[in-house]
């Protein structure tokens, strides 16, 4: 069973950074496809930035310019670094791999991001 261990969240003001972790129990460039999700309470599960074969990534809208997912080489470990964070980046976070657009794995308990002041 792949687990999914994500940390890094905490409460920040509004404008500040974040780098969030998510470290798989597998050889994370096993799958070509990793991601970033968000759910905000009382919403569902929106995926926010994907990254494909270690180095092509996308991001939703509402979090382009400001996220940058990554991943490094000889380290099974997800990153997220976000910044000019606002209220509504606040969400529990979670990371997956992704195939044929799918979560492929359990998810993990997530990382609480609070944005406030």
């Known amino acids: 069973q792949v687990q999914l261990v994500e940390s890094g969240g905490g409460l920040v003001q509004p404008g500040g950074s974040l780098r969030l972790s998510c470290a798989a129990s597998?050889?994370?460039?096993?799958?070509?496809?990793w991601g970033w999700y968000r759910q905000a309470p009382g919403k569902q599960r929106d995926l926010v930035a994907t990254i494909t074969d270690g180095s092509s990534t996308n991001y939703a809208d509402s979090v382009k310019g400001r996220f940058t997912i990554s991943s490094r080489n000889g380290e099974n470990t997800v990153y997220l670094q976000m910044s000019s964070l606002k209220p509504d980046d606040t969400a529990v976070y979670y990371c997956?791999?992704?195939?044929?657009?799918?979560?492929?794995?359990?998810w993990g308990q997530g990382t609480q991001v609070t944005v406030s002041s």
């Open positions: 597998i050889n994370i460039f096993s799958i070509r496809t």
């Open positions: 997956n791999a992704i195939n044929l657009g799918a979560p492929m794995y359990r």
